[in-house]
C-alpha cells in the first residue's frame, strides 16, 4: 500500500495510533477536572453510559467512514454521497481540530515545564506554595505562550514526515509505561492518609447531581475528547488503514485502553488530593492535578524522578494527540486542494498558534482573557466548552444521521465486515447508531442550551 496518502504499517500500528489519539491530556487533565466540577462519580457514571452506548457506537462508524472513501473528512463525505451538503460535516470537524489544538497545545506546554519543575524541585512545599506556584507559572506570559509554541513546532515537525513514521513507534514504548507508571501512582495514592474519602467521592454517586443536565453535557463532552470523535480524526485515521483489517476489535480494545487511562487518573487525583487538608476537588479547574500531583511525588521516595517520568510521559502522550489534530486540516489541505504537505502544515499551524494566544494568556495575565465580560468564564475554558461540549457531540450527531439513514447500516455492514472481518452485534450497533446516538445527543444539547439560556 505505498500510496502517497501513507498508510499504517500493520495492523498493530493502526491501533497504536488511534490508542494515541484518544490518550491523552483528555484523560489524566481533563477527565479528573471534569469529575471534580461534576460533582464526583455521578460524574462518572454518566461519563461511562456516554462512553458505551453514544461514543463506542459512533468510533465504529468514523472508521468505517474513513476506510471506505479513503479521504479526509470533508473529501471522505463527497466520495459517498456526491452533490449533497454532508461535507459540511467535515468542514465543522477541521474547524473542531484547530479551536481544539489552539487550546491543547497550551495544557501541553504546561506539562513540558513541569517536567522541568518537578525533576529539580522547584515545585514543593506546602498546598498553598504549590498552588501559588502554579498561578504564578501560568501568569507568567513568554514563558507559557513560548512554551505553546514549542508544542505546535514540535507537532508540526513530526506532521511533515508523514502519517507512519514516529507516531507508531513513540506509542508502542510509551503506553505501556504510562500504564505502569499510572498503576504505582494509584496503589501509592491508595494508601495516603484520609484516602477513603475520595475513593468514596471517586466511586460513590451522588443521585442528586445526575439529574443535571449540564453534568450530562460535560460528560457527553468529555467522553467525545477523550475518544478523539466527532471531528473526523478517527475518519483520517480509518482512511490509512487497509481493507484487510478488522475495525470492531481494533474500536474495542481503543475505547477500553482510553476509558481505563481515565479511570486510573481519577483513582490517582482523587485519593491523593483527599488526603491534603481542606481539598476541595470543584475549585481546583485546571490546574488540579498540577497542583495535586506534586504533592503525592513528595510523598515517594525519590519522587523527584517519578514526578519528572509521569510529566515526560504525559507530554508523550499529548503530543500523539496534538498529531492527530493536526493531521484533519492537513489532510484536509492535501487531499481537498491538492497542496503539499509542507505548506499545509506549515498553514494550519500558524493560524493555530495565532488562536492559541488568548488561550495562553487567560490564565491571570490578561484580564480580560482571563474573565471574559459577560461569559463568566476565561478564554481557554470557553474554547474547550465551544468545542468540547458542543461542537464535536453535533459532529458526532451528524456522523451517526449520516452512516444510520443516508449512507445506511447495511452499507456500512458491508464494509465493516469485509473479507469476513470479525463483527459482534451488528443488529445492536444498527440500532445504537440509528436510534440512540442521534436521539440522545440531540436531548442533551438541547436541555443544556435551555438551561444555559435560562428558559
Ligand atoms: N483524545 C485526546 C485526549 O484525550 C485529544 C484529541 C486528539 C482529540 N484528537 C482529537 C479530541 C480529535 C477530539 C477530536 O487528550
Known amino acids: 500500500m505505498a500510496t502517497e496518502r501513507g498508510a499504517w504499517g500493520s495492523r498493530a500500528g493502526f491501533i497504536l495510533a488511534a490508542a494515541g489519539s484518544a490518550v491523552g491530556l483528555g484523560n489524566i487533565w481533563g477527565f479528573p477536572t471534569q469529575v ?4 464526583g462519580a455521578a460524574f462518572v457514571l454518566v461519563y461511562l453510559l456516554c462512553v458505551a452506548f453514544i461514543c463506542a457506537p459512533i468510533m465504529i462508524a468514523e472508521f468505517a467512514i474513513g476506510r471506505r472513501a479513503q479521504k479526509d473528512p470533508i473529501s471522505a463525505f463527497e466520495v459517498i454521497r456526491p452533490a449533497t451538503a454532508w461535507w459540511l460535516t467535515g468542514l465543522l470537524g477541521v474547524l473542531a481540530g484547530v479551536g481544539i489544538l489552539s487550546f491543547y497545545s497550551v495544557i501541553a506546554g504546561w506539562t513540558i515545564a513541569y517536567i522541568w519543575f518537578t525533576a529539580t524541585g522547584a515545585v514543593s512545599g506546602s498546598q498553598e506554595a504549590i498552588g501559588g506556584f502554579f498561578s504564578s507559572f501560568v501568569s507568567n506570559v513568554p514563558l507559557t505562550t513560548g512554551l505553546t509554541f514549542g508544542v505546535l513546532a514540535i507537532t508540526a515537525a513530526i506532521i511533515m514526515g508523514g502519517v507512519r513514521s514516529g507516531i507508531e513507534r513513540a506509542t508502542k514504548i510509551m503506553m505501556p509505561l504510562l500504564l505502569l507508571l499510572l498503576m504505582l501512582l494509584a496503589v501509592r495514592a491508595a494508601t495516603l492518609p484520609g484516602a477513603e474519602a475520595g475513593l468514596a467521592y471517586y466511586v460513590r454517586p451522588d443521585m442528586s447531581r445526575i439529574w443535571d443536565i449540564r453534568v450530562f453535557n460535560a460528560a457527553l463532552g468529555q467522553a467525545f475528547f477523550s475518544l478523539s470523535l466527532g471531528m473526523g480524526a478517527m475518519i483520517t485515521y480509518g482512511s490509512y488503514l487497509s481493507r484487510r483489517e478488522g475495525i470492531a476489535a481494533a474500536a474495542i480494545w481503543i475505547v477500553l485502553l482510553d476509558t481505563s487511562v481515565a479511570l486510573l487518573a481519577g483513582l490517582i487525583i482523587f485519593p491523593a488530593g483527599f488526603s491534603i487538608p481542606g481539598f476541595d476537588p470543584s475549585t481546583g479547574g485546571p490546574g488540579l492535578i498540577f497542583t495535586v500531583l506534586p504533592r503525592l511525588f513528595a510523598t515517594l521516595p525519590g519522587g523527584h524522578l517519578f514526578g519528572a517520568a509521569f510529566f515526560i510521559l504525559l507530554t508523550m502522550a499529548a503530543l500523539t494527540s496534538t498529531i492527530s489534530l493536526l493531521e484533519v486540516p492537513v489532510a484536509h489541505l492535501i487531499d481537498g486542494h491538492g497542496w503539499t504537505r509542507r ?21 491571570g495575565a490578561v484580564p480580560f482573557f482571563t474573565s471574559l465580560p459577560g461569559i463568566g468564564m476565561g478564554f481557554l475554558d470557553l474554547m474547550a466548552t465551544i468545542w468540547n461540549n458542543f461542537a464535536l457531540p453535533v459532529g458526532g450527531f451528524l456522523i451517526a444521521i449520516f452512516v444510520g439513514w443516508v449512507w445506511r447500516v447495511d452499507e456500512a455492514l458491508a464494509e465493516l465486515r469485509a473479507e469476513h472481518a470479525w463483527f459482534p452485534a451488528p443488529g445492536l450497533w444498527g440500532a445504537l447508531i440509528r436510534y440512540v446516538c442521534p436521539a440522545a445527543i440531540l436531548l442533551i444539547i438541547f436541555f443544556t442550551i435551555r438551561a444555559v439560556a435560562g428558559i
Open 343 to 363: 505548506t499545509a502544515v506549515l498553514a494550519v499551524t500558524g493560524t493555530t498558534a495565532l488562536l492559541a494566544i488568548p488561550s495562553a494568556l487567560g490564565n
Open 36 to 39: 471534580g466540577q461534576g460533582g
